[in-house]
């Protein structure tokens, strides 16, 4: 089975500032890995993933992460952020296979940006 | 873009109720999620749906629980006999293809609130 910790249930950062968002997980198979964002009354939209290959993985709005197999991490980074990247970032894994496969989320970091 | 979309966004019923939440996948997808959060806690597995059967679902998904895919847009998660302990937010998700590693697209969301 898999499982996801976010070590920080709420980031509070200046504007312009880097963050970084911590994502640690367990599995006994290998998995792909993905960080998704939460803007107020929207949906999950995603914002990168990882699923081989390089270990830093690029993703939309200035956003990166990197994949750390021996730490079991994937944390999350931007080198500053903005007003408008404050929302709800979720890290989630899923198993590497065929076929569908169902997302497995950590509890969520709250990013709040301020002025 | 295509998008996923939900309605209603909030629905409120009383214990005991059937409430049915519904979904329009993008178009040319062919796997099927619900997802639920409760207030405060993850982002929670609840089942998966291709080729008109249930490929997989997690322990919260219980007899009270069902899905269907009436026609070739909707997809549906009913829930027979509502309990408190329903009330959550609800995402459907969808995603293209066999492998993976397939992105999955969240709708926005219906917030479900049971008295």
């Known amino acids: 089975a898999q499982s996801v910790t976010q070590l920080d249930s709420q980031v509070p950062v200046f504007e312009e500032a880097p963050v970084e968002l911590r994502c640690n997980y367990s599995?006994?198979?290998?998995?792909?890995l993905f960080w998704y964002v939460q803007y107020p009354n929207q949906g999950l939209q995603l914002l990168l993933k990882?699923?081989?290959?390089?270990?830093l993985v690029k993703g939309i709005n200035g956003f990166e992460a990197e994949f750390n197999k021996s730490q079991t991490s994937f944390h999350l980074r931007k080198p500053s952020v903005h007003i408008s990247d404050t929302a709800e970032y979720f890290c989630?894994?899923?198993?590497?296979?065929?076929?569908?496969?169902?997302?497995?989320f950590g509890a969520g970091t709250r990013l709040a940006v301020h002025p | 873009e295509p998008e996923v979309t939900q309605t209603p966004s909030h629905q409120v019923t009383q214990m005991g109720q059937e409430v049915i939440l519904r979904c329009v996948p993008i178009?040319?997808?062919?796997?099927f999620y619900w997802y639920r959060q409760i207030l405060g806690q993850k982002v929670e597995f609840l089942v998966s749906?291709?080729?008109?059967?249930?490929?997989?679902k997690s322990e919260i998904f219980d007899d009270q629980f069902s899905v269907e895919r009436p026609d070739g847009s909707n997809f549906t998660l009913k829930i027979r006999s509502t309990k408190l302990e329903d009330s959550a937010m609800y995402f459907c998700?969808?995603?293209?293809?066999?492998?993976?590693?397939?992105?999955?697209?969240f709708g926005p969301g219906t917030r479900l609130t049971v008295l």
């Open positions: 989630a894994v899923s198993r590497f296979s065929g076929g569908y496969n169902k997302l497995i």
């Open positions: 599995s006994s198979v290998s998995v792909y």
């Open positions: 990882y699923l081989s290959g390089s270990t």
């Open positions: 178009s040319n997808h062919l796997y």
């Open positions: 749906f291709y080729n008109n059967e249930i490929s997989e």
């Open positions: 998700a969808s995603s293209e293809g066999t492998s993976g590693n397939n992105e999955q697209f």
